[in-house]
């Protein structure tokens, strides 16, 4: 099997092309494409395959991805390095894209823009320069939701978390993204820098789905030259089916989202622009009008080759 490796802020992945859409992969052998030993190594496994084809495999978002946005003809198949489903990946948007113009099937120069199928919908990409003189990738991610409705948003807290180590668990706020987040903030750096991620943190109540665990640190707001108010997070992230990484984009969103939220609740004015430095980089949140956000970040292409699956 022909595969691509690439990172976005060093969320690593295994990208297919699966062009006709006829690749059947079984959690197993995504499992052994991850193996960090016996595999090519990575968070997770990128298929891109028709749109059409995944609609005819069964998958019914794909059909609703089309009804929305027939130009949408490539979809993101998402895996967990445990072989598990997920709805969406942020990072992975962005890589699937550079992946895609890399086999000639999308071009986003010129201001063109690259609608793609996602088992959380349709996702638009636009390629900008970012602030390192980069390409970085914008992605229209969508609505996002606090699924603990407006008693949550006044809270600021739905769920509460413990982390190995942790003499108590610590009230957090549960994000949807098309996938599920839940975010805690701490009181420093030091201390998330000492966090031990090695074992799943404890979320209650037990989400049915599992979720992804993001620990926070508001780091403050500033004025631009320009007047404008940006805001500055870190983030260590436990994801859903596979440890820490270095990096989750719908984390990051979720992450800068819960921030504003818990700022909103205690009377601050709402920031909409936020940079989140994760372990292996930087990315970029906007909270858009309409209750939809934005991520934008680098995705990085690092080398080919054949595999035996
Ligand atoms: N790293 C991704 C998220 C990947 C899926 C996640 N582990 C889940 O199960 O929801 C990102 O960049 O968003």
Request: glycine share 14%; aromatic share 4%; charged share 20%.
């Amino acid at each position: 099997m022909r595969f691509t490796k690439g990172h976005g802020t060093h969320n690593d992945f295994v990208l297919v092309a699966d062009t006709r859409g006829d690749l059947d992969l079984t959690p197993e052998q995504v499992r052994r494409l991850t193996d960090r030993r016996g595999g090519i190594g990575g968070d997770g496994v990128i298929r891109l395959a028709p749109t059409a084809a995944m609609a005819r495999a069964g998958e019914t978002i794909a059909d609703d991805v089309l009804a929305e946005e027939p130009a949408a003809i490539w979809f993101m198949d998402y895996r967990n390095a445990d072989g598990s489903v997920a709805e969406m990946c942020g990072n992975g948007v962005r890589v699937f894209t550079a992946f895609a113009e890399a086999l000639g099937l999308a071009t986003l120069d010129g201001g063109a823009e690259l609608a793609l199928g996602t088992r959380a919908g349709v996702k638009r990409v636009r390629k900008e320069t970012g602030p390192d003189g980069a390409p970085w990738y914008a992605v229209d991610m969508g609505r996002w939701l606090l699924p603990g409705g407006p008693d949550a948003e006044a809270a600021g807290a739905d769920a509460a978390v413990a982390v190995h180590g942790w003499a108590a668990p610590r009230p957090a706020l549960s994000v949807d993204l098309g996938n599920p987040h839940t975010v805690v903030a701490l009181g420093s750096t030091a201390e998330l820098d000492a966090l031990d991620l090695t074992r799943a943190p404890q979320v209650a109540p037990h989400p049915p789905h599992g979720t992804n665990v993001e620990l926070v640190v508001p780091l403050g707001e500033s004025a631009g030259g320009d007047g404008t108010v940006t805001g500055r997070v870190r983030m260590r992230v436990h994801e859903r089916g596979v440890g820490e990484t270095q990096s989750c984009g719908t984390g990051a969103v979720a992450a800068a989202l819960a921030v504003r939220t818990w700022a909103a609740a205690g009377g601050r004015p709402p920031v909409d622009t936020w940079f989140v430095e994760v372990p292996g980089g930087l990315l970029r949140v906007r909270a858009l009008p309409g209750g939809r956000a934005e991520l934008a970040g680098p995705a990085e292409l690092v080398f080919s080759g054949e595999v035996r699956v």
